[in-house]
């Protein structure tokens, strides 16, 4: 069976970096590697949105918001999708969700809080 689960949300000032990961249990190589997966955020009272996009290595997408200050990426040997996100604002604070569209798969979620 096949868990997304992410990690290390917190609590940052403005201007702090904070780095996501996703986990990808029990999900094989052969299925993982060209997957695409995906970052999203929820903010309270509001929808949930794509943030970050990843397939295979190397083709990314972005939310324009986030463009030059987020950066994903996926360790095909550790089963994760990675997101480093540097200079943040308090309009970035939001529980952030990965998902994977092949599995029609969402973790649970990881607070991110960003103090002004």
């Known amino acids: 069976q096949v868990h997304l689960m992410e990690s290390g949300g917190g609590l940052v000032q403005a201007g702090g970096s904070l780095r996501l990961s996703c986990k990808a249990s029990?999900?094989?190589?052969?299925?993982?590697?060209?997957?695409?997966i995906g970052w999203y955020r929820q903010a309270p009272g509001g929808d949930r949105e794509m943030v970050a996009t990843?397939?295979?290595?190397?083709?990314?997408n972005y939310h324009d918001s986030v463009k030059g200050r987020f950066t994903i990426s996926k360790d095909n040997t550790r089963r994760t999708v990675n997101l480093q996100m540097n200079n943040l604002k308090p309009e970035d604070t939001a529980v952030y969700y990965c998902?994977?569209?092949?599995?029609?798969?969402w973790g649970q979620g990881t607070q991110v809080t960003v103090s002004p």
């Open positions: 990843i397939t295979g290595r190397t083709t990314t």
């Open positions: 998902y994977s569209e092949t599995r029609r798969l």
């Open positions: 029990g999900m094989i190589l052969s299925v993982f590697s060209p997957d695409t």
